[in-house]
């Protein structure tokens, strides 16, 4: 079960594993927190164990230095964390976009729940997209994920990925560089996230100006008979690396601090998205 999902919400296209849930647009965060199984809340347990002693039972002792976590609802354990462990609850995740669906223009796409509760994450669509050659629909999502047994710090970040599953997140969080990631040792800010990644339409502009002079880059057969012969040679140890998932701007929602590299000469480059403004 590769996927990993055990429960999860949608709008659009089903996911490649028919799994989940699929949800209107446009649908409250109340919907999306009972649909994508994301109705319950991560406790905390002191850590006790029995030592054996002369009686039948033992004694039962505690582990000051760590703690269990367990979800609320089947009382299932997650894991086994030190006290300095900070908790992000799924309500916080799903939470982390309600302005942003309702003032901003996102719109919720995915979130759903990994690995029995250990991982959770949900993804909005900016609104920004694009088509290559007229067939080829590449979207701008920002997705939020955490985990609470420690494989997976909170991150935010900018994907071109439709996240799905155990696979699709792995990809989307792989060798990204411009994710803003928050260690489990740290409290949990969404108004501090947000700040961080308000950058500009511009990164958008640049990508898409470089996918769009590759989609009209035309090869010839020996060309392409290289390229994939150069793609067969790779040897075992590489081909088992992650690719990593295809970074993107974010939207202007919020103020820029930072401006996209020059990938072409600034006079053929377009500036703006037709539609798209910045946020005073």
């Known amino acids: 079960m590769a996927h990993l999902v055990e429960q999860m919400a949608y709008v659009g296209a089903t996911p490649w594993h028919g799994l989940g849930q699929q949800l209107s647009r446009q ?9 994508a199984g994301m109705n319950w809340h991560i406790e905390e347990a002191p ?18 230095e760590q703690k269990v976590l367990y979800r609320s609802d089947t009382k299932a354990p997650l894991s086994v964390v030190s006290q300095r462990y900070k908790v992000v609850q799924p309500e916080e ?3 982390f976009y309600r302005d942003l669906t309702e003032y901003a223009g996102y719109e919720l796409e995915t979130a759903g729940v990994l690995k029995g509760g250990r991982k959770f994450w949900a993804l909005a669509r900016s609104g920004l997209s694009t088509s290559l050659k007229g067939q080829d629909e590449v979207n701008d999502y920002l997705l939020l994920a955490t985990s609470c047994d420690g494989t997976l710090a909170t991150m935010a970040t ?11 997140l792995q990809i989307a969080v ?9 260690p489990h040792r740290s409290e949990f800010d969404p108004r ?3 700040s961080q990644l308000g950058i500009s339409v511009s990164q958008w502009n640049d990508f898409m100006y470089r996918m769009k002079a590759l989609a009209e880059r035309k090869i010839d057969h020996r060309e392409a008979q290289q390229y994939f012969s150069q793609c067969s040679a790779v040897s075992i140890s590489q081909s088992k690396i992650l690719p990593s998932c295809l970074t993107i701007g974010r939207s202007t929602r919020y103020r820029s601090f930072t401006t996209a590299k020059a990938a072409a000469p600034t006079s053929t480059r377009p500036k ?7 946020m005073p």
């Open 158 to 168: 900018p994907t071109t990925v439709r996240v799905v599953c155990n696979n699709t």
């Open 174 to 182: 792989d060798g990204t560089s411009q994710a803003v990631k928050v």
């Open 272 to 278: 703006t998205l037709p539609g798209v403004c910045s």
């Open 47 to 64: 850590v006790r164990f029995i030592a054996e002693g002369a009686s039948h039972l033992g004694s039962i002792h505690s582990f000051p």
């Open 27 to 35: 649908q409250p965060l109340e919907v999306w927190q009972q649909q």
């Open 93 to 95: 995740i799903l939470e």
């Open 192 to 194: 501090a996230l947000k």
